[in-house]
């Protein structure tokens, strides 16, 4: 965990919103009757959970916000390769605690792909100790997440079944393949895209880490789906993604490009470089709704927790 001055610091330079200067306090102990002055706290104490529009983004809430996705990401690989979700004591935090909805462990006929999801699950759980162990009191809870529902809604959205049809992310490897794959790459966007928001070097290096373990899995991922001859549901998947995020420009590519099927394992701009995804464009992926104004649905049914949780 970071250090106490660290922390003070954050306070002072990173805690904008209302809602994380108050967080940051009550995890110090320093939030409570007698114990902080009117001039330190002012009027925050009464202000609303959620951020005014203009407020700055503070680095508490885009570290929450990225907590959110990895309690998604964290719940999908733990019972693809172990048959069981988060426990509760890793689930706890601010705002309304939801439970998960469906999830079952993936049939693995590879060793070798059984010892994938093994280690990014092992991966995700890391990656949300650190960011609840770091965010202390701050750190909100995990929201409500759909399993279920939410990968049937996507496939259908995609095309890669019809309606009526049920798509289960932990019934086969294929299946598991393309589930992970609706995950990864929105990942890596997302954490490009929040970096200029971060303003502590310390939290910007930890999230240019995560940024690159993340990277490393969409990576394999999309190897797999190619070397598995699973690139027409990915590519439908990827298009049905760029669709959602509201976007003008194209920020999603599939695994091949062109007639010849010539392999696509890298997105990137003309430049080489990766996509950047907004806060917002990741919510609209994620609730699977285009437009602004969204606050819950697709895996997150009751929305996320934090200040950043609507498109």
């Keep these: 965990m970071f250090k106490k001055s660290l922390i003070v610091d954050m306070i002072n330079r990173s805690s904008e919103t209302p809602a994380d200067r108050r967080n940051f306090l009550r995890g110090m102990g320093l939030l409570s009757a007698g114990t902080v002055g009117a001039g330190l706290v002012g009027a925050s104490v009464a202000a609303p959970a959620e951020a005014a529009p203009g407020d700055p983004i503070s680095d508490g809430t885009v ?7 990895e309690y998604l990401e964290a719940e999908f690989y733990c019972f693809a390769a172990y048959g069981h979700g988060l426990s509760e004591a890793m689930a706890t935090g601010t705002g309304t605690m939801g439970g998960v909805t469906g999830g079952h462990r993936v049939p693995f006929k590879s060793k070798s792909m059984r010892y994938y999801a093994e280690e990014i699950a092992n991966d995700e759980i890391a990656h949300v100790k650190f960011l609840r162990a770091n965010l202390g009191a701050a750190a909100v809870a995990r929201p409500a997440i759909d399993l279920q529902n939410s990968f ?5 959205a995609a095309g890669v079944i019809k309606q009526g049809e049920t798509f289960d992310p932990f019934s086969s490897e294929a299946f598991f393949l393309l589930g992970a794959f609706l995950f990864e790459d929105v ?14 070097k310390d939290y910007l290096e930890a ?3 995560i940024l690159a373990v993340e990277a490393y899995h969409a990576g394999i991922v999309r190897t797999l789906l190619y070397e598995n001859g699973l690139s027409t549901p990915t590519n439908a998947i990827s298009d049905a993604r760029d669709s959602l995020d509201g976007a003008g420009a194209d920020k999603d590519q599939g695994i091949t490009t062109g007639a010849s099927g010539r392999a696509n394992l890298v997105p990137t701009d003309a430049n080489s470089i990766a996509f950047s995804r907004s806060p917002q464009e990741v919510l609209n992926i994620v609730y699977l709704t285009p437009g602004t104004g969204v606050s819950k649905g697709g895996f997150y049914p009751a929305g996320l927790n934090g200040d950043l949780k609507t498109s």
């Design 207 to 209: 999230a240019a880490g």
């Design 63 to 69: 570290l929450n916000f990225a907590l959110n996705l």
């Design 187 to 200: 990942g890596v966007t997302a954490y490009k895209g929040a970096a200029p928001l971060i303003q502590n």
């Design 152 to 156: 049937t809604g996507a496939a259908v």
